[in-house]
């Protein structure tokens, strides 16, 4: 069976076609500026075609949704020769709530329980839902599943998941932490056991998804029990533009001292914060600031310093949460290609009884082990998948 997977925002259209038996991935693509005018990148990566791309007007989704089959029934390069070889569709949808604590296939009821949580998320579940329905409009008859980031995270017990607020901001509001990425934070924990060969519900792992967007995790015996991102991917970790925890007072007195209302404060905290603005308005790219590093730029040196330090003290906090660790994982843009940052955090954690070794970490991988055999912790970088992911959970509601 193949499966089309979805992850649909307001303006773009990441999609995959994945063979859900043997796992390969078959054709993926983007299409960008639905509604602005549009672009859309396709490759046929089974046979190799290479990468190409156009600028047809994509006015909105049902558009979006309309070329991506094109491209994948192309006499050229498609993947399929009808819409019958896909057998299911799968959507990344942000969030959940407390509604969803795993995948689904969507119903009518699946869709009104996910626009009732979009409060939550009014960026993103709005966006996801357009893409369900573009997809169940040209594709009537092919089963599509939800896949939500917070419902891996949905195991956290009550002391982890609840803010020291009034009761009736939960009660009333639902507000407590959610926590994001569940999708990677699962499929990379669970290859983590795989590979240290231990059994998943026996085992506790650190999963340190750090991208732009960078969120950790404590998985403890198969189950999430607590997890850096809040309400919003707005907590815990420094990232790109996010400035992570801070102090909630900073608000309004930003907005009395700059003139700001909440909102546009909020602005600031997400899209210029972060590594960028600790770098001085310099890059949120790692790329980047590592080589300003390494030429002695002391802003560029604060934000990587600083975003390895709150790294370190989560790692801190989670191994008191579980009371120990087994494995350390570090997945995603940085934590897969960045020795550097994995090496700063690394420094911290002597205490732990982990050693690494240098060489090791440099190699580059789907998985690479960091730690050396004696080390009381085993480390190392995973390459993540959350299409993947997905796609498996999509076919094992669909099969
Ligand atoms: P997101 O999915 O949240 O957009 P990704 O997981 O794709 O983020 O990570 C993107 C980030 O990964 C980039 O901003 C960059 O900082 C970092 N990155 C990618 N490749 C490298 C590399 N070779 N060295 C250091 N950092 C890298």
Do not use: W
């Not at 790294?311 to 579980?322: E, F, H």
């Amino acid at each position: 069976m193949k499966i089309l997977v979805i992850n649909c925002g307001s303006s773009s259209l990441k999609f995959q076609v994945i063979d859900a038996v043997t796992e390969e991935l078959l054709a993926k693509g983007l299409c960008e500026r639905i509604g602005i005018d549009g672009s859309i990148t396709y490759e046929n990566v089974k046979d190799g075609t290479g990468k190409e791309t156009s600028n047809p007007a994509i006015p909105d989704h049902n558009v979006a949704i309309s070329l991506v089959i094109d491209a994948l029934m192309n006499d050229r390069t498609g993947v399929i020769k009808s819409l019958d070889e896909i057998g299911a569709v799968g959507h990344r949808i942000v969030h959940g709530g407390e509604a969803f604590t795993s995948s689904v296939v969507i119903n009518d009821e699946v869709i009104q329980a996910i626009k009732d949580v979009s409060d939550l998320a009014p960026l993103h579940n709005p966006a996801n839902l357009i893409g369900v329905a573009a997809c169940q409009k040209l594709m009537p008859g092919t089963p599509m599943v939800a896949v939500f980031d917070t419902a891996f995270h949905q195991t956290m017990p009550s002391k982890a998941y609840m803010y020291a607020l009034p009761l009736s901001y939960y009660e009333d509001y639902k507000i407590r932490r959610y926590g994001f990425h569940g999708t990677s934070h699962s499929f990379v924990s669970k290859k983590a056991a795989e590979i240290v060969g231990k059994d998943y519900a026996d085992l506790k792992t650190i999963v340190c998804h750090l991208g732009n967007g960078a969120s950790i995790s404590a998985v403890m015996n198969g189950k999430c029990v607590d997890t850096s991102m809040g309400l919003t991917p707005l907590e815990g970790l420094i990232m790109g533009t996010r400035s992570g925890d801070l102090d909630p007072a900073i608000v309004e007195f930003i907005a009395n001292k700059e003139n700001k209302t909440a909102s546009e404060v909020l602005n600031v905290l997400n899209k210029k914060s972060g590594v960028f603005a600790l770098s001085g308005e310099f890059s949120s790219d790692f790329r980047d600031l590592e080589s300003a590093y390494k030429k002695g730029d002391k802003k560029a040196q604060l934000a990587v310093d600083a975003f390895a330090y709150r790294v370190a003290k989560y790692v801190g906090a989670y191994t008191a949460a579980m009371n120990g660790v087994d494995v350390i994982a570090f997945t995603a843009g940085i934590g897969e290609n960045s020795p550097f940052v994995r090496e700063k955090v690394l420094s911290y954690l002597g205490y732990l009884g982990i050693e690494y070794d240098p060489a090791a970490n440099a190699q580059r991988g789907d998985v690479v082990k960091i730690s050396t055999d004696s080390s009381k912790v085993a480390v190392y970088a995973i390459a993540t998948n959350e299409e993947l992911a997905i796609a498996r959970e999509t076919y094992a509601l669909c099969k």
